[in-house]
């Protein structure tokens, strides 16, 4: 097989065969080499040169440098999960280089941690203003549902018409929501939810 001798712009002067290292046009990545036959006055192919690339490195991808005189190596974490430092969202990185700014590898254990420059730090004022957050939604959700499961009782006593078995029920329910009413949220969680009664 007949090599291609080239003259000082790597232009062909004759024709032959040569192995050129490809590598991709935005990112400069060596992605592959490949055997080539140049025809006389030929240069080789775009993104590619005769160079051969340097060894391989762990944790490390292979590219042209900027002004493409040689092979470099640079940082790859593609595929590495990274959490946003200000709101602990995961990013998927996706390029090379190394770790952009604003970011950390650790990860967040709650919802609730903020970044303290280091490490995360559990805020545990935010969790405590989230349970009695929660704490107010549980007790208006079921006022509600008890006030909605008496309202036709209600009517009946006025009326006159409500039997002994759903009077007995009736004074079950006011009791227990009156045990609700008594729940102060931002005393979470010093306190136990009222069973209601039966339906």
């Not at 991808?61 to 200000?86: F, M, N, P, Q």
């Not at 405590?128 to 957050?133: G, L, P």
């Given at each position: ?86 709101t ?46 929660e704490a107010?939604?549980t ?61």
């Amino acid at each position: 097989m007949h090599s291609v001798k080239f003259d000082d712009n790597y232009i062909a002067l004759e024709a032959g065969f040569i192995t050129v290292y490809n590598y991709d046009e935005n990112t400069r990545e060596y992605s592959s080499s490949s055997l080539e036959y140049l025809m006389e006055g030929v240069g080789i192919p775009a993104n590619s040169t005769i160079e051969a690339p340097i060894e391989n490195k762990t944790g490390y991808a292979i590219r042209r440098s900027v002004i493409h005189s040689g092979w470099e190596h640079v940082s790859d974490h593609r595929g590495e999960t990274l959490y946003k430092c200000d709101t602990g969202e995961p990013v998927l990185i996706n390029h090379l280089g190394d770790y952009p700014v604003g970011l950390t590898t650790l990860k967040p254990a709650t919802p609730y941690d903020r970044w303290n420059g280091t490490t995360w730090v559990t805020d545990t004022a935010a969790i405590k203003n989230q349970q009695i957050v929660e704490a107010e939604r549980t007790k208006s959700e079921l006022l509600a549902n008890a006030k909605n499961m008496i309202s036709e009782w209600q009517t009946e006593l006025q009326l006159g018409l409500i039997d002994e078995t759903d009077k007995a029920s009736l004074i079950n329910w006011l009791a227990y929501i009156k045990e609700l009413k008594a729940i102060i949220p931002s005393d979470w969680p010093k306190f136990n939810w009222p069973q209601h009664p039966a339906e």
